[in-house]
């Protein structure tokens, strides 16, 4: 069968894949919602989509009964070459799955950086399928427990991939091709990707709970729980102990006894249910869950009115571990953000992160907040309103990130969609407050902006010379801010 291109809606990608997409991670695909019967095994499936004026490859799909694995590439500059006019017209040129004519197949793994398969025959070797470890096997039981018991060590593992090796389980080879690339980074070889769409025997019983899930180091890494409850005994398995992220609303499992993940991404009252929790709990960064607003995914800091509840999370209780945290200031207030950065909590925090209309936001207020603090790192994300984007009809669908670091003192902005701005000299002068007196700034744009968007992105440029002093200028970036913060090896909170 022929290889095959289709176009998916945004609102369908973001509830297969997440948000922010990770390129590499593994993604069981919904039969119902997508032409998986065409798909032969010798024929793959690319999958498509738009944001932001850009065509996405979101993922590719080798094998019908396999996992896709992400892309997140940017194919907008290939459309002409595989006979599409331009982005507007993707929607009605992708819906129908297309059959992609083998030169064009081929451009798309060329770009995706995979090996050109001609037939058949040059695919990846099949892999065998793992060995099922038995109960009386103590040796193996005995490296897998050393494994959990120190989940950031990388010598345990060798050893268990090791055993395994010996054993003829290709489990073994998948955890040591992926410690080696921890090391050296790059993007994972077709052997690993093949490798990795077997389902983690070590992590079986908390897979089938999980939406979404991707192995690092050959392990279980990171974690989206499905909404159907986990049993006691499933959160009792000590494979949760290598997941290093986890987004869950439910709080039995982020409480468990083996769970030593750094970032958790949940909802107002389980923040303020960790907080009163008996034990210190692992949790170096909490955010929260995704929300999509007009198509497009939005991560979105916690939600918290409750004044009991706020009280309870600046007394810190459980969560004497966190050091980095993102909340909604259009739902806490400026007066709630003063007490947080004058309790307990505040002292701890060294990365805040505030989710705010820009509109609403007294910029220099913030600044302010920012002087008094003993914040190493603050970013402030400032949501387009109705003033500054060109259709005050449209929800807003744009941000800028707006970062202070202790450090150097340097006002760092992010803009994710310079379209948007009806007069950049209102963004300008929104955001002047904040760099006050600092001199420098850089600028830093989610990628790569053409068109009338790179002449708008000049006219930016050239306000903000105008205030400040050094204007440095950083194009092709991604998002950073609290989902890279930077972990340090967690410790069992029991």
């Known amino acids: 069968m022929a290889d095959l291109l289709v176009y998916v809606e945004p609102t369908l990608i973001a509830a297969m894949f997440g948000d922010p997409m990770v390129p590499g991670a593994r993604v069981l695909l919904p039969r119902d919602r997508l032409p998986l019967e065409h798909l032969g095994t010798e024929s793959s499936l690319f999958l498509v989509t738009v944001e932001h004026d850009q065509v996405i490859l979101v993922a590719t799909l080798d094998e019908p009964s396999g996992d896709a694995i992400v892309r997140a590439r940017d194919i907008s500059r290939l459309l002409p070459r595989l006979g599409c006019r331009g982005v507007g017209d993707v929607v009605g040129w992708g819906r129908t799955p297309r059959i992609l004519p083998p030169e064009d197949a081929d451009l798309l793994r060329y770009e995706l950086g995979l090996a050109l398969w001609e037939a058949a025959k040059d695919r990846p070797a099949p892999v065998s399928p793992p060995v099922a470890i038995s109960a009386d096997d103590s040796t193996a039981a005995a490296l897998l427990a050393a494994v959990f018991r120190q989940p950031a060590c990388d010598d345990a593992r060798i050893v268990y991939a090791d055993y395994l090796q010996d054993k003829g389980d290709p489990r073994g080879e998948l955890i040591t091709l992926q410690i080696a690339r921890s090391r050296t980074g790059g993007a994972a070889s077709e052997r690993e990707q093949a490798l990795a769409k077997a389902v983690p025997a070590e992590a079986r019983a908390i897979v089938d709970y999980l939406l979404h899930y991707e192995l690092r180091r050959g392990f279980l890494a990171r974690a989206t729980v499905g909404p159907a409850p986990v049993p006691a005994a499933v959160i009792d398995d000590p494979a949760w102990a290598t997941v290093e992220e986890i987004t869950c609303d439910e709080l039995a499992v982020l409480v468990g006894r083996h769970l030593t993940a750094a970032r958790a991404n949940i909802a107002g009252p389980q923040l303020a249910a960790l907080a009163r929790h008996a034990f210190r709990l692992p949790f170096q960064a909490i955010a929260g869950t995704t929300r999509t607003i007009m198509n497009v995914q939005y991560q979105m800091g916690i939600e918290l009115q409750d004044p009991r509840d706020w009280q309870a999370v600046m007394e810190v209780g459980g969560l004497a571990g966190l050091r980095a945290l993102a909340i909604s200031g259009d739902v806490c207030g400026h007066h709630m953000i003063k007490r947080l950065l004058q309790s307990a909590l505040g002292d701890q925090l060294e990365h805040l992160e505030v989710d705010v209309e820009i509109a609403d936001a007294d910029t220099a207020w913030w600044r302010g907040c920012f002087d008094r603090s003993k914040l190493g790192r603050f970013a402030l994300r400032l949501r387009y309103s109705d003033f500054i984007i060109e259709d005050a009809t449209c929800a807003p669908t744009s941000e800028i990130r707006a970062v202070l670091e202790r450090n150097g003192s340097l006002l760092t902005l ?34 790569l902006p053409q068109g009338r968007a790179e002449l708008r992105l000049q006219e930016l440029i050239a306000g903000l010379r105008r205030r400040f002093r050094a204007v440095s200028l950083v194009t092709g970036c991604r998002w950073r801010g609290l989902a890279r913060w930077a972990s340090r090896p967690a410790t069992a909170h029991r």
Do not use: K, N, S
């Open 414 to 447: 992010q803009f994710d969609d310079v379209l948007h701005f009806r007069d950049v000299t209102d963004v300008i002068a929104a955001l002047a407050p904040l760099g006050h007196g600092l001199g420098r700034i850089c600028v830093e744009i989610v990628g």
